[in-house]
């Protein structure tokens, strides 16, 4: 069965597969390193795996190292900086920060500000975005927040649900995603209105990201944990905004669709003007590398992950 569309692959360049020593079973977190070493979280093992660029496994923690009975809980967001701390966020209100080695540094706890499901991490702004619920506040919807890396200062918060959209639905399927470019504009993902947003900074100012994507149909409303299983199975009746990924100047957005192909994606450039769409895969995107290259796992087959990158851009290094 053809995994991709032709539009996929006229879009993207298959670099190479990566069979991983040690076997996952599903992805709930990634990120690529500086070093082109790959950090994801496995669930439900709830095990954080550090592997080589050819799939050598190098470190399998978890939990930060606090105590021995600490554990990570479940990870929604991993991030990577220049020096190679690694940011694990939880879902217990916690964001971990740990060297390149997996040795602890430090935790910011952020049980007020809710669960954490994306994180982002801006060095020339010195900042680390995160966005995520208040655990068991339906009311209060999807917030994101920035901090100082140095102190770890609370700067500001943006990002909220329109009030009559707040108490249709579940805070559990609320799972944000974010990135930042070069210029620290953040787009991220904002699942319970379903659509793509860009945040400035500076002005505090944040607008509907202009892409084709937030036309799409978003899943019925329901309110009740019984009906969440049954709407989201109806395949073809919807398709949501799941993931969103900076590339140098381009904007890569994946929906969640189901049929005829699980995900598509669209590319952008940082304007939302639309360059390319009804790019086709039954591949799962689970995150990218500090170069920009995009990787994929094949939920029939998970422990082999697929690189691509975006042809036509220039990569650090390449």
Same mark, same amino acid.
């Given at each position: 069965?053809?995994?991709?569309?032709?539009?996929?692959?006229?879009?993207?360049?298959?670099?190479? #597969?990566?069979?991983?020593?040690?076997?996952? &079973?599903?992805?709930?977190?990634?990120?690529?390193? !500086?070093?082109?070493?790959?950090?994801?979280?496995?669930?439900?093992?709830?095990?954080?795996?550090?592997?080589?660029?050819?799939?050598?496994?190098?470190?399998?923690?978890?939990?930060?190292?606090?105590? $021995?009975?600490?554990?990570?809980?479940?990870?929604?967001?991993?991030?990577?900086?220049? #020096?190679?701390?690694? !940011?694990?966020?939880?879902?217990?209100?916690?964001?971990?920060?740990? &060297?390149?080695?997996?040795?602890?540094?430090?935790?910011?706890?952020? $049980?007020?500000?809710?669960?954490?499901?994306?994180?982002?991490?801006?060095?020339?702004?010195?900042?680390?975005?995160?966005?995520?619920?208040?655990?068991?506040?339906?009311?209060?919807?999807?917030?994101?927040?920035?901090?100082?890396?140095?102190?770890?200062?609370?700067?500001?918060?943006?990002?909220?649900?329109?009030?009559?959209?707040?108490?249709?639905?579940? &805070?559990? !399927?609320?799972?944000?995603?974010?990135?930042?470019?070069?210029?620290?504009?953040?787009?991220?993902? *904002?699942?319970?209105?379903?659509g793509l947003f860009k945040y400035?900074?500076?002005?505090? $100012?944040?607008?509907?990201?202009?892409?084709?994507?937030? @036309?799409?149909?978003?899943?019925?409303?329901?309110? &009740?944990?019984?009906?969440? *299983?049954?709407?989201?199975?109806?395949?073809?009746?919807?398709?949501?905004?799941?993931?969103?990924?900076?590339?140098?100047?381009?904007?890569?957005?994946?929906?969640?669709?189901?049929?005829?192909?699980k995900y598509l994606l669209e590319? @952008?450039?940082?304007?939302?003007?639309?360059?390319?769409?009804?790019?086709?895969?039954?591949?799962?995107?689970?995150?990218?590398? #500090? #170069?920009? *290259?995009?990787?994929?796992?094949?939920?029939?087959?998970?422990?082999?992950?697929?690189?691509?990158?975006?042809?036509?851009?220039? *990569?650090?290094?390449?």
């Open positions: 069965m053809d995994l991709t569309n032709g539009a996929f692959n006229r879009a993207f360049l298959k670099r190479r #597969q990566i069979r991983l020593q040690k076997s996952i &079973t599903r992805i709930l977190a990634f990120v690529g390193d !500086y070093r082109q070493d790959i950090w994801l979280f496995d669930y439900p093992s709830l095990k954080l795996r550090k592997y080589s660029p050819r799939g050598r496994c190098i470190l399998e923690l978890t939990g930060p190292g606090i105590t $021995k009975q600490d554990t990570f809980g479940i990870v929604f967001g991993l991030a990577v900086d220049s #020096q190679g701390r690694v !940011y694990v966020a939880n879902t217990g209100g916690r964001i971990a920060i740990l &060297t390149s080695e997996g040795r602890y540094l430090r935790s910011i706890v952020t $049980k007020k500000m809710g669960v954490v499901t994306a994180l982002a991490v801006d060095e020339k702004r010195n900042s680390l975005y995160m966005s995520g619920t208040p655990a068991g506040r339906i009311d209060m919807g999807q917030i994101a927040h920035r901090f100082e890396l140095t102190d770890w200062k609370h700067i500001d918060s943006f990002l909220d649900v329109p009030s009559e959209v707040r108490t249709r639905h579940l &805070t559990s !399927y609320n799972f944000g995603s974010l990135d930042v470019d070069a210029d620290g504009k953040v787009f991220i993902v *904002h699942q319970v209105v379903h400035d900074p500076i002005s505090r $100012k944040l607008v509907k990201f202009p892409g084709r994507s937030q @036309y799409y149909r978003p899943p019925p409303d329901f309110s &009740t944990t019984r009906d969440i *299983h049954e709407i989201l199975n109806r395949e073809g009746e919807w398709s949501r905004v799941a993931k969103v990924w900076v590339v140098g100047p381009r904007i890569i957005v994946a929906i969640m669709q189901h049929t005829p192909f590319v @952008y450039d940082l304007n939302g003007h639309l360059i390319a769409t009804d790019l086709m895969t039954q591949l799962t995107p689970v995150g990218r590398d #500090q #170069q920009g *290259h995009l990787y994929f796992y094949d939920e029939a087959h998970p422990s082999t992950l697929v690189e691509y990158s975006l042809r036509g851009i220039s *990569h650090e290094g390449e």
